[in-house]
């Protein structure tokens, strides 16, 4: 009976040792690149489609065109009020023509005939007002005439004055501040009216453009996505019990799906928050192991290979 329990217990001494030293020679995932996402800028019909799915796009080509009716009359409006703008900026500058200002002159003339005459009207009503001749309501009447005589010739003599001082500074600083409320607004229409031409951003390959002409989007929907031609990089799931050999900086071997042999990568960054095996790496003995999202970069000759091939790094 002894001897019958002491073979149990080496025999199970055995298999967890066996299960302790067992460790997986693999990470498992796939060829990545970069992916540009492309939202619409407004609620918009699209007039033109130019390019297709899986078409290699160099920077700045067209994708896509939005309809610009409404953006090209709100780029003209603005056009017009900073031309506003600038047009009265300019008359403050330039000051008065001589055509106003001599304008200006013969009012404060005419004026001043006036209040003389005004003037020379009230003595004789005070005149005769003495001598009984004249009611004092005409008096009344006389002194009012004066008085307005009076107040319009200060009127147009403070025009004249101002048309002969010129424009006051903060007059100036009023004008120029509309110019560039003006210029500002402008510019923000040009920029909407601008990406309504959806463009590649840098070399990219059109990896998913569901749309056609005569669809209409709203403003924040998926117009296009975008691959980067660059150099792919390994996503894959590092084991978390790896981490102790394997940091960023570190050289791998990568095995890709289709070729004949290794290249070499190095890691670039690992997540330091655990994730559960993914779905292509589960098996009964895996599914508790965690494991931590790892990017490799990869060399040049990599270059051309496409995008989503499988990918497994040797593990020291």
């Given at each position: 009976m002894n001897c019958h329990r002491l073979?149990?217990?080496?025999?199970?001494?055995?298999?967890?040792?066996g299960c302790q030293q067992e460790r997986p020679n693999q990470a498992l995932g796939t060829l990545e690149r970069n992916r540009i996402s492309i939202t619409s800028p407004a609620s918009e019909t699209i007039v033109q489609v130019a390019a297709q799915e899986g078409q290699t796009?160099?920077?700045?080509?067209?994708?896509?065109?939005l309809d610009t009716t409404s953006a090209d009359a709100r780029v003209q409006q603005r056009t017009a009020e900073l031309q506003q703008a600038q047009a009265a900026l300019a008359e403050l500058q330039a000051g008065a023509r001589s055509e106003t200002i001599a304008a200006a002159r013969a009012r404060v003339q005419g004026a001043t005939a006036t209040l003389t005459e005004s003037n020379q009207q009230l003595k004789r009503s005070e005149s005769?007002?003495?001598?009984?001749?004249?009611?004092?309501?005409?008096?009344?009447?006389?002194?009012?005439?004066?008085?307005?005589?009076?107040?319009?010739?200060?009127?147009?003599?403070?025009?004249?004055?101002?048309?002969?001082n010129g424009t006051r500074p903060e007059q100036l600083q009023q004008a120029i501040a509309a110019v560039d409320a003006a210029q500002a607004r402008l510019t923000i229409?040009?920029?909407?009216?601008?990406?309504?031409s959806i463009k590649a951003p840098v070399d990219t390959t059109l990896d998913i453009l569901p749309w056609r002409p005569g669809d209409r989007v709203s403003a924040g929907t998926l117009l296009v996505s975008l691959l980067e031609t660059e150099i792919p990089w390994v996503r894959v799931y590092l084991p978390q019990e790896q981490l102790a050999s394997l940091k960023p900086g570190s050289q791998v071997q990568v095995?890709?799906?289709?070729?004949?042999?290794?290249?070499?990568?190095?890691?670039?960054?690992?997540r330091a928050q655990p994730a559960f095996t993914p779905y292509f790496g589960l098996n009964e003995r895996d599914r508790a192991r965690l494991m931590h999202l790892t990017d490799i970069d990869l060399g040049p000759e990599t270059r051309d290979l496409?995008?989503?091939l499988g990918a497994a790094v040797l593990l020291p």
């Open positions: 073979l149990s217990a080496l025999l199970i001494l055995l298999l967890l040792n796009l160099k920077a700045g080509e067209l994708v896509l065109q005769l007002l003495a001598k009984n001749m004249l009611g004092q309501a005409e008096l009344d009447s006389a002194k009012a005439r004066q008085q307005a005589a009076a107040a319009t010739l200060h009127q147009y003599q403070d025009q004249l004055d101002e048309l002969l229409e040009q920029k909407s009216l601008a990406d309504l095995q890709i799906e289709g070729q004949t042999s290794p290249v070499t990568g190095v890691i670039r960054s690992i496409p995008t989503g």
